[in-house]
């Protein structure tokens, strides 16, 4: 028996991808190590890409991605659960970067790094 109410599977095979390059800094101009990027685009589905400990030059890549429009966000320290809560994401939408990657086009983008929220108490 199939499954009832499936998300349909969607498999799309291009060489004409394109990719993101980019610079996490605190402050402007100082580069910050160890962040977590993450990811949200149409293209990628309802997915995320996650790219964790941003190197001590606060540098990172993202390649072979589909075209499309996508959203950056660099986070100093976030729980795992909290990268994908839609009201925590609307919240800090003004500190993330929205970007356009074209077939085999390169963008750069610099993400200021959101500070980790203080404790609940």
Do not use: C, H
């Not at 990811?39 to 990628?44: E, I, R």
């Not at 390649?63 to 660099?74: E, F, Q, V």
């Not at 729980?79 to 390169?106: C, F, H, I, W």
Request: glycine share 10%; proline share 9%; charged share 20%.
């Amino acid at each position: 028996t199939g499954a009832t109410g499936a998300m349909p599977l969607q498999i799309t095979l291009s060489r004409s991808v394109g990719l993101i390059e980019g610079i996490v800094e605190r402050d402007p101009g100082k580069p910050v190590a160890s962040s977590t990027v993450t990811v949200f685009g149409d293209a990628l589905g309802k997915g995320v890409t996650i790219l964790t400990g941003v190197p001590e030059d606060g540098r990172f890549t993202l390649p072979r991605l589909p075209p499309g429009t996508y959203r950056l966000y660099a986070w100093e320290d976030l729980e795992e659960a909290q990268r994908y809560d839609p009201v925590l994401l609307k919240a800090y939408e003004s500190m993330s970067a929205r970007v356009t990657v074209e077939e085999n086009g390169t963008v750069r983008v610099t993400l200021r790094e959101i500070p980790a929220p203080a404790p609940q108490q």
